[in-house]
């Protein structure tokens, strides 16, 4: 079983539309999780970080965590085609608590 | 302010080559980290330091060679690539050091693009 799984997509969404992004992840004692953004050929810019069970939310942003369900989510209101990216989701775990990503999903916003 | 710079944005080096990724950072961080990515995956973790040691190295080829000459600043040493090293070289900072019961956000720098040829 891999460590994180996130559908690769691309998930297409109308623009003004939420977009939901979905992550799960295997190791129990992981604590803190992340969602990181990554436009093509540029580097993963951080977004969103969310350590608690239950919503974060950030502007357009929410994240929720379900450390029961082992369940990571971005949801992404009003979306812009300036969403448009691969966003990845990442934990810490492990012994040595290393950030272990997602394989990414591609989010395509259409105008 | 998040901001982690790297020098240069883009390089092309021969097989037979040395020459050396920079990356700075001035938010007081304490763990600095170096990451390759491949075209289509993830990030792949390379070597971290914390407080200026290094701290993890993911059996990582000895032409690959890092340096943290003081807390802002991380180098990478680059010598007798192959062309599969060709990849996005990135630099992260993050607040407190790993192996650490809490987590820190990891904050990414723009990046060099590495071409082995």
């Given amino acids: 079983q891999k460590e994180v799984e996130q559908n690769s997509g691309p998930l297409s969404v109308p623009e ?3 977009a939901s992004l979905n ?3 295997s190791d129990r004692g992981s604590q803190s999780f992340f969602w990181y953004r990554q436009y093509s050929g540029k580097s993963p810019e951080l977004i969103m970080f969310i350590y608690s069970n ?3 939310e950030d502007g357009r942003f929410t994240a929720q965590l379900n450390k029961a369900s082992q369940y990571v989510s971005l949801l992404i209101r009003d979306s812009q085609p300036s969403d448009s990216a691969t966003y990845l989701c ?3 775990g492990g012994a040595t608590n290393k950030l272990i990503f997602g394989t990414g999903t591609l989010l395509a916003v259409q105008p | 302010d998040t901001e982690v710079t790297q020098t240069p944005k ?3 080096m021969g097989m ?6 920079k990356c700075e950072q001035h938010m007081g961080h304490r763990a600095m980290y170096w990451y390759k990515q491949k075209a289509k995956k993830p990030p792949e973790l390379m070597f971290v330091y914390s407080y200026e040691k290094l701290s993890i190295n993911e059996s990582v080829p ?3 060679s890092p340096e943290c000459p003081n807390s802002s600043l991380l180098n990478l040493h680059l010598h007798a690539l192959q062309p599969e090293d060709s990849a996005l070289y990135l630099c992260a900072s993050s607040q407190g050091p790993i192996l650490s019961s809490l987590s820190y956000e990891q904050y990414f720098g723009p990046g060099t693009r590495l071409t082995v040829t």
């Fill in chain 2, 10 to 12: 883009h390089l092309v």
């Fill in chain 1, 16 to 18: 003004g539309a939420i």
């Fill in chain 1, 54 to 56: 239950g919503d974060k």
């Fill in chain 1, 90 to 92: 990442a934990f810490t």
């Fill in chain 2, 16 to 21: 037979t080559n040395k020459k050396s990724l």
């Fill in chain 2, 62 to 64: 000895s032409r690959f």
């Fill in chain 1, 23 to 25: 992550c799960t992840y």
